[in-house]
């Protein structure tokens, strides 16, 4: 896998990686051909899978809080598959309402309640 979609993939991982969560097999498989882009799928354990990329050069904030979002999607996939709750990753706010939407803040990527607009934790450190 390439060095800066590993190192972006690794906080989320560490999210990921929490009783509510589920974590992904990662097949190192290139499957775009966009010029300065590194991918890689993401497979649950129903054999379902998503591509998913980083834009190399961009900064670290930008590429974990980007691929945070499109990780998001797989697992709340996943989740649905196994029967477990999808809003993941759960907004302690609100607990059964929604999921936290990962998004950019003072140059750090950060899980943040998308109804009340409160920074919840840093990506990877939930």
């Not at 591509?51 to 709340?76: K, M, N, T, Y």
């Not at 140059?107 to 943040?112: G, Q």
Request: aromatic share 6%; with cysteine.
């Amino acid at each position: 896998m390439h060095p800066e979609l590993a190192a972006a993939l690794a906080p989320i991982l560490t999210d990921l990686g929490r009783p509510e969560g589920v974590l992904p097999e990662i097949r190192d498989k290139e499957w775009n051909d966009l010029p300065a882009t590194a991918s890689a799928y993401l497979f649950a354990q129903d054999g379902s899978g998503q591509g998913i990329s980083v834009a190399l050069g961009q900064p670290f904030h930008h590429q974990v809080a980007e691929l945070a979002d499109r990780v998001q999607d797989w697992a709340v996939e996943a989740l649905w598959s196994l029967g477990r709750p999808t809003n993941w990753p759960p907004c302690p706010r609100h607990p059964q309402s929604h999921p936290l939407a990962a998004v950019e803040s003072q140059e750090r990527a950060v899980w943040r309640c998308p109804a009340d607009n409160v920074e919840i934790a840093a990506i990877g450190g939930l």
